[in-house]
């Protein structure tokens, strides 16, 4: 596997708010799969499943102790990521991301709420890829979009919704065609500086068939005062990319 593939495979694994919860808990010492299951409102078998996705990419590692499986995670592969990583992100753009993959020492998820939700988009992964991206396909998002699709580069639009509008604006951290975007953004005049970091949103797209993708949104903020509002905004933006055809 090359460096790009890695980069990629690390991505999904860590596009998931659970497995990112997972590799904080085990960043500094082993814990069981039965202690981490506990952690979750999730089955057994879904926690088995983003554990197995943690180590198909390396980011943990698995000591078989009897019937005990004991998890830990590998500070080196995510170091690496990071750097592969730097190397795509133009600094100016560095300034308004916050910390993606952890330093060893550093907490990997800041305090923060997520809001999370799943679609099925009747298209092509290509396609469902670029209507997050490209402004001629990002006007479900809202009127007026426009997008600079490399890591470094700004996009905006307005988003309305039944009683107020608001303008988007943000900036590109990470893309991985076709099963990544990654991005920060805020409330404000579209056409200004992209925002230091308030809001992120990781989009994560699996192929199901030719003809049908599935789009994972994750929100991440940090205004807790937003909360109700992105809650909102997911419901919506689920319906519109529902409707895609």
């Known amino acids: 596997m090359n460096e790009r593939s890695a980069v990629d495979e690390s991505l999904r694994a860590l596009a998931h708010p659970i497995r990112r919860a997972i590799l904080d808990m085990v ?14 409102d999730v089955s057994g078998p879904t ?30 592969a995510v170091a690496k990521v990071r750097s592969l990583l730097d190397r795509d992100i133009p600094p100016a753009a560095m300034e308004h991301a916050s910390t993606m993959l952890r330093e060893p020492g550093q907490p990997l998820v800041r305090e923060a709420r997520e809001v999370s939700a799943s679609v099925d988009v009747a298209l092509p992964i290509e396609d469902a890829y670029a209507c997050w991206i490209e402004p001629e396909m990002m006007t479900w998002c809202g009127r007026d979009p426009y997008s600079e699709p490399v890591p470094g580069g700004a996009f905006g639009f307005r988003f309305e919704l039944a009683l107020f509008a608001l303008d988007v604006r943000g900036v590109f951290v990470a893309l991985h065609e076709p099963s990544l975007v990654l991005f920060d953004w805020d409330f404000s005049g579209v056409g200004v500086e992209p925002p230091a970091v308030k809001n992120r949103t990781w989009i994560h797209l699996s192929e199901l068939q030719p003809e049908l993708t599935r789009v994972h949104i994750c929100h991440t903020t940090y205004d807790e005062a937003l909360l109700p509002f992105i809650t909102v905004a997911a419901v919506d933006m689920v319906t519109r990319l529902g409707a895609l055809r």
């Open 27 to 40: 960043w500094d010492r082993e814990r069981l799969a039965g202690e981490l299951a506990e952690r979750f």
């Open 47 to 76: 926690i088995s499943g983003h554990l197995k996705s943690l180590r198909e990419a390396k980011l943990v590692s698995v000591r078989r102790e009897g019937t005990k499986r004991w998890y830990r995670a590998v500070p080196e």
